[in-house]
């Protein structure tokens, strides 16, 4: 069974630029989370899909973040303008449903400059 | 608000020497909790799910424990493998809220 993908893997940018982020979960898993990694720190929720629809959004900084998951498959989390503390890594993860274990893809490590 | 909390926030042992870890809780409404490894640049890996207090889960050299308050993460004849950090997560009414790890070093 293929695993959670998530790209670019790497990537820096300049303060103010923006970014986006790619999310294929795990075939038939209908929830999907965002989370936000700084180093030392464990995974913050920014945004979690249950299908299409936002479950829960209440700490992603909405003045600049923003994540869509069209016809509850993909994902894409879009930051604009990129701030210096977005620096971090920013991990996909799916489940079957609500309730089960998530499986986390590989991340993508933010740095910005 | 829910909140979890693990502990110690870091942790040296020597090969063979056995330990656990902590992860207590203050959630409305636990749905689960699970137990992930994290490994330096990688996804957390998922362990275990446990659903009601009393309920345990092993495997290999872990074992993982539920009460109404709190999990434990028993680590039984540690290998230098085994160093990692050990992420504890809860499942709330809809959210899955994270704590912030315990790093685990094994010494050989």
């Known amino acids: 069974e293929a695993g959670v993908a998530q790209s670019p893997r790497y990537k820096i940018i300049e303060k103010r630029q923006s970014v986006a982020f790619w999310c294929n979960p795990i075939?038939?898993?209908?929830?999907l989370y965002w989370y936000q990694q700084i180093l030392g720190q464990g995974p913050k929720l920014l945004i979690q899909?249950?299908?299409?629809?936002?479950?829960?959004d209440s700490q992603l900084p909405k003045d600049r973040f923003s994540a869509e998951r069209l016809k509850g498959v993909d994902s894409t989390l879009k930051i604009q303008p990129a701030k210096l503390e977005d620096s971090a890594v920013y991990l996909c993860a799916s489940s079957f449903k609500q309730n089960t274990e998530a499986f986390f893809g590989q991340g993508t490590r933010l740095t910005v400059v | 608000e829910d909140q979890v909390t693990q502990s110690p926030e870091a942790l040296r042992l020597q090969e063979g020497e056995s330990s656990s870890l902590n992860c207590s809780y203050t959630?409305?409404?636990?749905?689960?909790l699970f137990w992930y490894r994290q490994d330096p640049g990688k996804g957390p890996e998922f362990l275990f799910t446990?659903?009601?207090a009393g309920e345990e889960k092993e495997k290999e050299r872990l074992k993982a424990t539920l009460t109404k308050k709190e999990s434990f993460l028993h680590i039984t004849a540690p290998k230098p493998e085994d160093s990692a950090t050990y992420l504890c997560a809860v499942q709330a009414t809809q959210k899955l809220v994270f704590g912030q790890g315990t790093r685990l070093t094994i010494n050989p």
């Open positions: 075939s038939g898993h209908a929830t």
């Open positions: 446990l659903y009601s």
């Open positions: 899909f249950q299908n299409n629809g936002v479950v829960d």
């Open positions: 959630v409305s409404g636990l749905r689960g």
